[in-house]
């Protein structure tokens, strides 16, 4: 019964486009092949199960079946009903910020000719993050305007003045997402933004006036837009 709960809601994930939220999209084709393949074992499975099993009449099976339903079926309805959510700031505290999940070299040179055109806003999360890994001289961003959509999520260290604007890029499955941003120096942010709030930062990075962090830049915001969370919030 677990099997079938968990290959009828890894179908329904799927059919949703809510798979996404779980695991990376490479794996979507192979997971909906092998739950399809999972459903139709698990549904053999019940007819060799009627077709061998001993009868049980005893009230304590009977009684043991009908709890093992219910509950079965509290789970199920649970995971349909219950909204899949995205990762959020909770997580991104208990796993370090700009920690991995960018291949610094080649997110870098993607960055770079990206920036070769003049096109600065068109930069992600992930590409700043790859640029700041690069260097943190401040001339050499000096006329570059950021433009960075993520969620909000406080500094560990000087939550009072500085939060990210953050994503969380996604390797293989949520279980290994790696939280990545770019500092945002903002004295009393909390005064008009949430943590998990969705945002876009428009800005231009300098020297961290903070003394509490360890980025050596943040960027000096000249807006900041609330936005809808986007449907795929993660990146690759």
């Known amino acids: 019964m677990l099997c079938l709960v968990a290959v009828v809601a890894t179908i329904w994930l799927g059919l949703s486009g809510q ?3 779980y695991i990376h999209p490479r794996y979507f084709g192979f997971t909906l092949v092998m739950a399809v393949i999972g459903l139709g074992l698990v549904i053999a499975g019940f007819g060799l199960r009627e077709k061998f099993e001993t009868p049980k009449t005893g009230r304590a099976e ?3 079946t009908v709890v093992g339903v219910v509950l079965l079926a509290v789970i199920g309805v649970a995971t349909i009903v219950v909204p899949p959510t995205t990762l959020t700031s909770a997580t991104a505290s208990q796993r370090e910020m700009n920690s991995g999940g960018v291949a610094a070299e080649a ?3 993607e960055a770079a ?3 070769g055109t003049g096109d600065f806003e068109s930069l992600t999360v992930k590409e700043w993050v790859s640029l700041l890994k690069q260097s943190s001289d401040p001339h050499f961003y000096a006329d570059k305007t950021a433009q960075i959509t993520g969620f909000v999520s406080p500094d560990a260290n000087d939550p009072e003045n500085v939060f990210y604007v953050a994503r969380f890029v996604v390797t293989c499955c ?10 945002v120096y903002l004295p009393d942010w909390q005064s008009t933004y949430e943590p998990d709030q969705w945002v876009q930062v428009t800005g231009r990075l300098a020297i961290n006036p903070s003394a509490r962090v360890t980025e050596p830049l943040a960027i000096d915001p000249v807006e900041i837009l609330e936005v809808d969370q986007p ?3 993660y990146v690759y």
């Open 19 to 21: 798979l996404g939220l």
């Open 62 to 64: 009977a009684g043991l």
């Open 107 to 109: 997110d870098a040179d």
């Open 113 to 115: 000719a990206l920036i």
């Open 174 to 183: 949520a279980v290994d997402a790696t939280p990545i941003g770019v500092p």
């Open 231 to 233: 449907d795929d919030p």
